[in-house]
C-alpha cells in the first residue's frame, strides 16, 4: 500500500499565558491547513482493489471531526480562567473549546492531531501508522510534528484524555 496524505482547512481562536508574548495572550484567530500523512505498515503489491479502501472511512472520520468539532473552536490552557467564565455564564459553549495541557501553541495542537488520528486509525483497524502532522498556522508559519521529534508514548500528556480517545471529544468537561 501507498502513503496517504490528505489536507483540511479549519478557524482557530486561542491565547497563550504561559508563552511570554503579550501578543499572543490575547484571544486571537487564525486560518490553519492540517496536513496528515499516513505509512501503511505493509508495503504495496499488486493484486485485487490495489488501493486501501478503508483508508476512506478513517479520512471521513478525520474530516467530520475537524469540520464539525475542530473548526471555529476556542483553544484554552485548561487551567486558563476563560473556562471558569464559560462555565458559569455560557456553558452551552463549553463544547466548542478545545483544551490542551498547558498553552495551547500550534506545537500541542499537532501532537494532539497526531494522538486523535492514531486513535481513529486504531479503532477501524487500519494498518497505517501517523507518519506527520503538519499545521500551517499563516503562510510563513508552519509546525511538523514527526516520528524524530515526538515519542507519542512519553510525551507528558495524561492517560484517557480527550487526543487519546477515539470518539469525536476535543474536551474532557463533564457536564
Ligand atoms: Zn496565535
Not at 486560518?31 to 499488486?46: A, Q, S
Not at 475542530?70 to 485548561?78: F, G, I, N, R, T
Not at 500541542?108 to 497505517?128: D, I, R, S, Y
Request: proline content about 6%; overall charge negative.
Amino acid at each position: 500500500m501507498a502513503s496517504l496524505e490528505f489536507t483540511r482547512r479549519y478557524a482557530m481562536a486561542h491565547r497563550l499565558l504561559t508563552t511570554k508574548s503579550p501578543k499572543c495572550a490575547i484571544p486571537h484567530g487564525h486560518n490553519e491547513f492540517v496536513t496528515v500523512r499516513l505509512d501503511p505498515t505493509e508495503p504495496f503489491r499488486f493484486g485485487g482493489a490495489n488501493s486501501a479502501a478503508p483508508f476512506e472511512h478513517v479520512k471521513r472520520r478525520w474530516h467530520q471531526w475537524i469540520d464539525e468539532h475542530v473548526d471555529h473552536a476556542l483553544h484554552l490552557d485548561e487551567n486558563d480562567p476563560l473556562i471558569g467564565y464559560f462555565r458559569t455564564r455560557e456553558p452551552e459553549r463549553l463544547s466548542q473549546i478545545i483544551t490542551f495541557q498547558g498553552d495551547p501553541t500550534t506545537e500541542a495542537l499537532a501532537a494532539c492531531f497526531w494522538l486523535k488520528l492514531t486513535a481513529f486509525v486504531a479503532v477501524e483497524g487500519l494498518a497505517f501508522t501517523v507518519r506527520e502532522v503538519r499545521i500551517e498556522e499563516t503562510p510563513t508559519n508552519t509546525v511538523v510534528i514527526n516520528r524524530q521529534n515526538f515519542d507519542p508514548s512519553d510525551c507528558g500528556l495524561r492517560a484517557g484524555v480527550w487526543p487519546r480517545r477515539s470518539d469525536m471529544s476535543i474536551n474532557d468537561f463533564r457536564d
